[in-house]
């Protein structure tokens, strides 16, 4: 028993490094859970760990971790995506990242709404009918995400606040992808997150134009 206790200590010790890490990929650290649970024989019976979690796709998170290997090349859908971008000119109006979520994808807010407005513009579809092309190509989730500037909005009709006008914008994307884009709505969230993610401090007209902009994360 003393060798038993001295075992499981070091495995929760272990794990508790792995989670203070910043970044650590979920998957990976849910099927090495799994892996221990073995090792360590604890008996099958009953309710498990994995029938008992779900992830929001429902399958149970052995099968999530294994549905990731067909899951994109983060490096690959980059590229192609910024060699589209290039090929159309708009290399100033959409920028192309990594991180740790996922290739995001921010488009300027002059490409796709007028100001103060969140219906798309025709050049704002025709991207997105491009892009649309691309995330079906593959299998992850797509997250859109609005955002705005620190200057508070008229306040008049459905728009109140910047709040109201980020959520609208991501609203009217997702509704597009999913029609004319021809995207399944299970892959599609929209989030608006007004002016409480800047990229750039709001203290000059070129960084608050850099703030409006609309992220269209393909979630890893």
Known sequence: MTTYGDMVTLILTFFILLYSFSTIDVMKFQKMLFSFRGAIGVIDGGKTFEEDQKVFSGQ????????????????????????????????????????????????????????????????????????????????????????????????????RDNWDLSALRSSRIVSFLSGSADLSPRRLQSVGYGESRPIMPNDTDYHRQMNRRVDLVILS
Do not use: C, W
Request: aromatic share 4%; charged share 25%; glycine share 10%.
């Open 60 to 159: 149970t998170m052995e099968d999530a971790g294994s549905s990731r290997k067909q899951t994109m090349d983060s490096t690959k859908v980059a590229r192609k995506i910024q060699s589209i971008i290039r090929k159309h000119g708009l290399e100033k109006e959409v920028n192309v990242s990594i991180n740790q979520r996922g290739v995001v994808v921010s488009i300027s807010e002059g490409l796709l709404f007028q100001a103060g407005q969140y219906e798309l513009l025709p050049e704002g579809k025709i991207v997105l009918s491009i892009l649309g092309e691309i995330f079906r190509e593959i299998p992850n989730d797509i997250s859109a995400e609005g955002h705005s500037d620190s200057i508070p909005v008229n306040g008049k009709g459905i728009i």
